[in-house]
């Protein structure tokens, strides 16, 4: 519908989501999806997505207000998963200290969709003139900003962890260091096409083979047993976390 591709542009598409299915599949099958819901419904909603689109793609009757249409509501729904990936990330990161996590995930999730929507709202107010430029160039805004937003807040995640010394669960590792090798990863590419720096096709190319990368993260963290190290039992000392964590379930049962 839009241009005609390489037999390598349709494998980088289909591909990571041929493999999101299967990988969807193996969770249900071993109870993941119970652990990780949201991770599991974006999984199964970018799947849908994406082979929707690339339907709506080798269709030559579909138009490109239609395609660019299905495109940007496919992808506001996306990034807010996404969003919402962050904070249960940040839920199993602290689970030990459940008042804290419940907190911290919804102002994570939250404070992100604001600032997206935010930049979705600035964007529809650019006069960018016929309906199939204006989506895409809206489409654009609302990736660059929402990769800006997302690799941040993955930094903030490792950098947390890394700083307070907390341990990560072996699958919640997983998704994290998936998402943000992706999310950099684009945020780059974006970084590079708004400095006028450099505009190929084979960028794109670059975005699809990078998330084709995260995907294969995520089968080896979620499917590979983790291997159990075997550490003596010492009792270590209270952080500012634990005392953080009590004071706000004292607060919360107010």
């Known amino acids: 519908m839009l241009q005609p591709h390489s037999f390598l542009w349709h494998y980088l598409w289909l591909a990571p989501h041929v493999l999101q299915c299967v990988l969807a599949a193996f969770l249900w099958r071993g109870g993941l999806h119970r652990k990780f819901p949201v991770f599991f419904a974006y999984l199964v909603f970018t799947t849908a997505k994406e082979f929707t689109l690339y339907a709506m793609d080798i269709i030559p009757s579909v138009s490109s207000d239609s395609f660019w249409l299905a495109y940007f509501i496919g992808m506001v729904v996306e990034e807010s998963l996404k969003l919402a990936v962050i904070g249960e990330l940040f839920f199993h990161l602290l689970r030990s200290r459940s008042a804290i996590a419940k907190v911290g995930r919804h102002m994570i999730s939250g404070t992100g969709a604001a600032l997206v929507l935010l930049a979705t709202l600035a964007a529809a107010h650019t006069q960018v003139g016929h309906a199939p430029v204006a989506l895409a160039h809206l489409s654009h805004v609302l990736l660059q900003s929402s990769y800006i937003v997302e690799a941040g ?25 998936g998402f943000g090798v992706a999310w950099c990863e684009h945020l780059g590419v974006f970084a590079l096409i708004a400095s006028g720096t450099l505009l190929d096709k084979r960028l794109d190319f670059l975005n699809m083979a990078t998330y084709h990368v995260c995907v294969l993260v ?15 039992a010492v009792s270590l000392p209270e952080n500012n976390l634990d005392i953080w964590n009590r004071e706000l379930e004292r607060l919360l049962q107010q």
């Open 153 to 177: 807040l993955a930094l903030f995640l490792f950098s947390f962890a890394a700083y307070y010394g907390i341990a990560w669960d072996h699958r919640a590792l997983g998704i994290a260091l």
């Open 218 to 232: 995520w089968f080896y963290f979620l499917l590979v047993p983790e291997k159990v190290a075997t550490t003596s």
